[in-house]
């Protein structure tokens, strides 16, 4: 479902009043906040997991048996990827955070958007794809440099051991997620005043149970997705809309409220 329908001035105009109300609100974000960036989502139109097989690519076994897969993939996504730029949700989430409305981001994405559009607060619940780590003999290298000898090397080999499982940096199906990030999400979404999901299908676990605590609690919940999530029943209200053009307008009407 593209975002074409225009989004409601009244949910705008809402969503804005309960950022302005919040001392401690936490944003919790998945791949849809990135699209705009040019960022393939997984599950949304146009999705990763409409093309390839999430087991075959992203899961630990399937990297384990055959670590080109992935590589094949990324290979086809650099170009894209690399070239990524945080846009205007990112940013308003930034100015939502300096304006003392949010206390800090956790996201699902491993793009390291937020960081780079001045998020302080960052909690990446599945990794960092900036970074590559040997699973054999724990050397790592930039992911840039991996990228590069991609054309010549696939899998790639480790600059060190000679291994053929060097791995992004990120959380893989199968694997657990980083327990210090895990603990300070809960930790978070326990203390939250608001809880602002923007850009996430909300289908992945335990990521998806973090906003699940702060409904639980029955603070203010605003949703800002392009589709319908499973949370949308429990919201106070849901932004239907792109979160690059929603989240920078319901920004300025918080600054205004
Ligand atoms: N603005 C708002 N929402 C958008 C936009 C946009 N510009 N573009 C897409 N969306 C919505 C999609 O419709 C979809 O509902 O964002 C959601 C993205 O959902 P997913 O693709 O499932 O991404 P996410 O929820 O982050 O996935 C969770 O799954 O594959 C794993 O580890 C991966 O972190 C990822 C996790």
Same mark, same amino acid.
């Given at each position: 479902m593209s975002a074409d329908i225009p989004v409601s001035s009244a949910e705008l105009t809402r969503a804005a009043e309960l950022v302005a109300a919040a001392r401690r609100g936490v944003a919790f974000t998945g791949a849809g906040v990135s699209a705009e960036s040019g960022i393939r989502t997984f599950r949304g139109e146009g999705g990763l997991w409409r093309q390839y097989d999430p087991y075959k690519v992203a899961s630990i076994e399937g990297f384990r048996s055959d670590p080109a897969v992935y590589w094949g993939v990324a290979r086809e996504g650099w170009r894209m990827y690399r070239k990524a730029e945080p846009n205007p949700g990112h940013r308003a989430l930034a100015a939502l955070e300096e304006a003392g409305h949010l206390v800090g981001v956790i996201t699902q994405n491993t793009d390291g958007l937020h960081r780079d559009a001045g998020t302080r607060k960052l909690i990446e619940l599945h990794g960092n794809g900036r970074t590559v780590r040997c699973l054999d *003999?724990? !050397?790592?290298?930039p992911r840039a440099d991996i990228q590069a000898r991609l054309e010549r090397e696939l899998p790639p080999r480790c600059r060190v051991c000679g291994g053929m499982h060097v791995k992004p940096d990120v959380v893989f199906f199968g $694997?657990?997620? %980083?327990? +210090? !990030?895990?603990? $300070?999400?809960? /930790?978070? !979404? /326990? $203390? *939250? =005043?608001?809880?602002l999901v923007v850009g996430s299908s909300l289908q992945v676990y335990p990521a998806a149970d973090v906003p699940e605590v702060a409904a639980d609690r029955n603070v203010p919940l605003v949703i800002v997705n392009d589709e319908p999530t %499973?949370? =949308? #029943? +429990? +919201?106070? #209200? #849901? #932004? /239907?809309? /792109? !979160?690059? $053009?929603a989240l920078p307008e319901i920004a300025r009407r918080a600054a205004g409220a």
């Open positions: *003999c724990g !050397a790592t290298e $694997e657990a997620l %980083p327990s +210090a !990030a895990m603990m $300070e999400a809960f /930790r978070m !979404a /326990r $203390e *939250c =005043d608001l809880m %499973p949370l =949308d #029943v +429990a +919201a106070t #209200v #849901v #932004v /239907r809309g /792109r !979160a690059g $053009e």
